[in-house]
């Protein structure tokens, strides 16, 4: 596992989306580039610097097929809050991908287990995803898996634990009773089954879950401590996030990242 430390947030972002840009840029093969991606606070920033990219003619996401972690059972599309419309206003919208290029799941069919199937088997027919951006919850949940959701889970329903509705509830007019109790969500192994990982950590608030993520154990209590058994997962983290590294890994990271280029 890679720990990528960065000063600050806005820096992070800049990395994470010239890493990504990157990779996309170097797919050279003629088949699509496989990007999943996640909503939240984090990659607003990656986001942004994206679709500045893409105005700028550095990169182009006309090849690129997306798949999104997870979405809210139950809200419809044009609710401000579902994912779905996280991500066409704050993304989608701004860059040239052609919409028949985004997946979301649908978190309003009447078969949530049969989107869920679907949704495995789309990835699967693409041979898998080639990038897999994520964040993290407070608690370490990897999409919305939550705290002792197998590591060997795929894309399924999930039900949303109190503490994740009572942090996304500063979007529902602080009052967690209004968050959706459960949401589709893609499996740990759907993420680690993907060619790379790169998770952004940044913030004080998610100091601990990015130690237990880095030095716990790899435990289902920390669902992205899953990283650490995948060969090529990055953590893009800024300084405030590694606030409970102990000093000797912090100085490791910082070190064996000197000669990397990205
Ligand atoms: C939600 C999403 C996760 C996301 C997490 C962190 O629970 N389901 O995919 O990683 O929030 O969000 P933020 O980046 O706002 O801290």
Not at 78 to 90: A, I
Not at 140 to 165: Q, W
């Amino acid at each position: 596992m890679r720990v990528v430390i960065q000063e600050n947030y806005k820096k992070m972002c800049a990395w994470a989306a010239d890493y990504i840009a990157g990779r996309i840029n170097a797919k050279k093969d003629g088949k699509p580039f496989v990007l999943g991606l996640p909503t939240g606070s984090s990659p607003l920033g990656v986001y942004a610097e994206l679709i500045r990219k893409n105005k700028a003619g550095e990169v182009s996401f006309k090849n690129v097929v997306t798949f999104n972690m997870d979405e809210y059972v139950g809200l419809p599309r044009e609710h401000e809050q579902s994912y779905w419309h996280f991500m066409w206003s704050n993304f989608f919208d701004h860059i040239d991908i052609p919409h028949e290029n985004v997946n979301i799941l649908n978190g309003m069919s009447d078969d949530l287990e049969g989107e869920c199937a679907a949704y495995e088997a789309k990835i699967a027919s693409y041979g898998g995803i080639d990038l897999f951006m994520g964040g993290i919850g407070v608690d370490g949940h990897l999409a919305f898996n939550e705290p002792f959701t197998s590591l060997n889970s795929v894309t399924g329903i999930r039900v949303l634990t109190s503490d994740t509705l009572i942090v996304n509830s500063r979007f529902f007019d602080n009052d967690p009773a209004k968050v959706p109790t459960r949401a589709l969500s893609v499996g740990v192994k759907t993420v680690t089954d993907s060619k790379e990982v790169l998770v952004l950590i940044n913030g004080h608030n998610k100091a601990r879950a990015l130690a237990n993520t880095v030095e716990g154990a790899v435990s289902q209590k920390w669902t992205a401590s899953a990283l650490q058994l995948h060969p090529a997962a990055i953590i893009a983290c800024d300084e405030p996030a590694c606030g409970e590294l102990t000093v000797d890994t912090y100085k490791y990271f910082l070190d064996v990242e000197k000669d990397q280029r990205l």
